[in-house]
């Protein structure tokens, strides 16, 4: 059961270089493991909750737990997860990530030796029906997505659909009495009779329908559906190859542009609507047009919402800094003891009260960094950083202060002159700020300058904007509280083609981004690796790169194919042919994308105006955080200054 010669470095999916941590997993090895993860978690896991390729393939990319909610919940299977990780002395953020799903780093047949398999615990408040919508692929030519698109086409004709959720009334969109029962589905769709075996797949629930006499009207939308995507009924399965399908639509896309995608036609919505997915989350703050990938449609409403929040109130908006590093400082709320320390302290709960204790964290930080081969600098390079602002910051924090204060260390000197501009780069971004400003004399009448912006009660609480802290003054510091947008007219033609066409494609886009559909094609990183291939566009430095949001479309075809394996490129080819709204969900989603993109710069043009010389803007509102900046003329500068 001791995991303590696991290679500790990188998180639960890749190391510090992006390498993946895990690997394919033979069938052989299935059964151990899974043992193995019985006894570290306590629940049983019978071969009838293993899903996908899990134990049934020669080898798996991962292996997929069904874990029924009534007997344990995703809150305490992590926890349970962390706890037996925290005993081998590792770090559980290394191991088990929560993300939609449960994921755990796990050791092939328990043995860190042998390399370590990714564990993904699928979760079901109906396990029986969880494990055989999730089946369907089994003995068959078809996919189990095929198998659910003809069980829907069956139930539509009867006034049903069948999803993920279980079997529902078209006209009232509420589960159907016993909708959760494969056998009495099977009963509904096939006859008096029939079972969950007759379901089984695409062939076996043809062979149940040979003698229907409304077989015809049963498969018709099913037969239209394996029309479109170019695969033919049973026995009849040779299709158009995945090349030649990416070829067609970057040309389609080319030659006719991204109209005759989003416009309105009809779509083959033929199973229940999931949930959007998140195609993963930001370090910090989003930009206002990544929420579209990040959370489909219900991200582009969230962008549109973040921003009418400013409209309403331009004190949600305020400077965006870019220091380096990002501190942490305050009292502790027990002893109100000074404490410093960095974001990634923070976050791990390292509250340093002395430079002594810095000292200490940074040499061990650097021993580990040294024995993996990695730059180990800190104590010659950030330790003095820490001396030197630790006296100004103490002597800032008032003493009856009780929290922590979160803020971006721009400067360790006077910044410099250039063309009546102060000008200090703590990062990427090289700051201007013209000297005649307010903002300019108390910066030039300075040594140090942090500019704070969150605020924390304490190590596990909720941040907030900071408010309501009045800081000691210090000679020689400055420490740059937020400043606050005024009011800016709201450009309403943007923000009404970005609903309108919204409207159009709302269904179509979470169809593209549903979380289990893309689970069972293996690419639920899709909207990620959307994120992904903009921020290339945005990066000189890469073969992506354009100056502009021109042609996205094709060119994240282009670079699936650059930058993909053969077999997920294949992957994502059959996903988007099925069902075909999938290809308008994506063109539609990168248009929101552009839209949303031009909202942003509209609104970063007026707020510059403002205050000159800054990297962008945060919003801080109701409605969630969201951030302007214009990617090409500050991210993709920066980094070619950097070359």
């Known amino acids: ?117 990714q564990t993904d615990f699928m979760f079901f408040p109906n396990l029986d029906w969880g494990q055989f919508y999730y089946g369907g692929g ?158 489909g449609s219900a991200g582009v409403d969230r962008a549109l919402q973040i921003a009418d929040s400013f409209y309403t109130d331009p004190k949600t908006g305020s400077v965006k800094w870019d220091g380096k590093p990002a501190v942490v400082f305050g009292r502790k709320p027990d002893t109100g003891e000074f404490v410093l320390t960095d974001d990634a302290g923070f976050t791990a709960e390292r509250l340093f009260t002395s430079t002594d204790e810095v000292a200490t964290d940074m040499a061990r930080r650097d021993a580990n960094a040294a024995a993996k081969g990695n730059k180990a600098d800190r104590i010659q390079t950030l330790l003095p950083t820490y001396e030197a602002i630790w006296p100004y910051l103490e002597a800032a924090t008032p003493e009856n202060f009780r929290g922590y204060v979160k803020g971006d260390l721009l400067y360790t000197s006077t910044p410099e002159v250039e063309a009546g501009n102060l000008v200090f780069r703590p990062n990427t971004v090289a700051y201007r700020i013209p000297v005649a400003s307010d903002l300019g004399k108390k910066i030039a009448n300075s040594e140090i300058g942090v500019a704070v912006h969150t605020m924390y009660a304490d190590v ?69 690796l959307a994120i992904d291939y903009i921020n290339k566009r945005v990066d000189p430095r890469h073969a992506a790169y354009t100056g502009d949001f021109r042609d996205l479309v094709p060119g994240f075809m282009a670079w699936l194919q650059q930058t993909q394996t053969p077999q997920k490129v294949s992957n994502i080819a059959q996903y988007l042919r099925s069902p075909t709204s999938n290809e308008q969900g994506l063109a539609a989603a990168f248009l929101l994308f552009e839209l949303l993109h031009d909202l942003k710069l509209d609104l970063l043009g007026k707020l510059d105006a403002q205050v000159p010389g800054n990297e962008g803007w945060v919003f801080a509102t109701p409605a969630g955080y969201g951030k302007a900046v214009n990617r090409f003329d500050f991210t993709a500068r920066n980094k070619a200054r950097n070359n």
């Open 460 to 528: 596990d609480a909720p941040k907030q904007p900071l408010s309501r802290v009045k800081f000691n003054t210090v000679p020689g510091l400055l420490l740059i509280e937020p400043i606050y947008a005024q009011a800016v007219p709201k450009n309403n033609d943007i923000a009404k083609k970005i609903r309108a066409l919204l409207r159009q494609n709302r269904a179509a886009i979470d169809t593209l981004f549903n979380p289990m559909e893309l689970r069972a094609m293996k690419i639920t990183d899709l909207a990620k």
């Open 138 to 295: 089994e003995d068959s030519e078809y996919k189990g997505m095929n198998r659910n698109v003809l069980m829907s086409s069956i139930a539509k004709q009867q006034g049903l659909k069948v999803g993920a959720n279980g079997m529902f009334s078209r006209a009232t969109n509420e589960l159907v009495k016993h909708g959760m029962d494969p056998d009495y589905v099977a009963t509904v769709l096939l006859g008096r009779g029939a079972s969950r075996n007759n379901l089984k797949n695409v062939e076996s629930i043809y062979a149940a329908l040979s003698n229907d006499p409304d077989r015809e009207a049963k498969v018709k939308d099913f037969r239209e559906y394996l029309a479109k995507e170019g695969i033919r009924e049973p026995d009849m399965t040779v299709r158009e190859s995945d090349a030649n399908f990416l070829a067609r639509l970057r040309d389609r896309i080319v030659n006719q542009g991204m109209q005759p995608l989003i416009e309105t036609k009809k779509t083959y919505q033929l199973y229940e609507q999931e949930p959007v997915a998140v195609g993963g989350k930001a370090k910090g703050i989003e930009h206002l047009e990544d929420y579209v990938f990040r959370s």
């Open 1 to 117: 059961m001791q995991i303590n010669k696991l290679l500790e470095g990188g998180n639960v999916f890749k190391g510090p270089k992006g390498e993946p941590l895990t690997q394919r997993i033979n069938r052989a090895d299935v059964p151990a493991t899974i043992h193995w993860i019985e006894q570290v978690t306590g629940i049983e896991f019978p071969k009838d909750r293993w899903l996908g390729s899990t134990g049934r393939k020669p080898t798996s990319g991962d292996l997929d737990l069904a874990v029924d909610l009534t007997e344990v919940s995703k809150e305490q299977l992590a926890g349970i997860l962390t706890q037996f990780v925290q005993s081998q002395g590792l770090d559980p953020r290394e191991w088990v990530k929560k993300a939609g799903e449960v994921h755990f780093k796990t050791p092939i047949g328990g043995d860190a030796n042998r390399g370590f398999v």
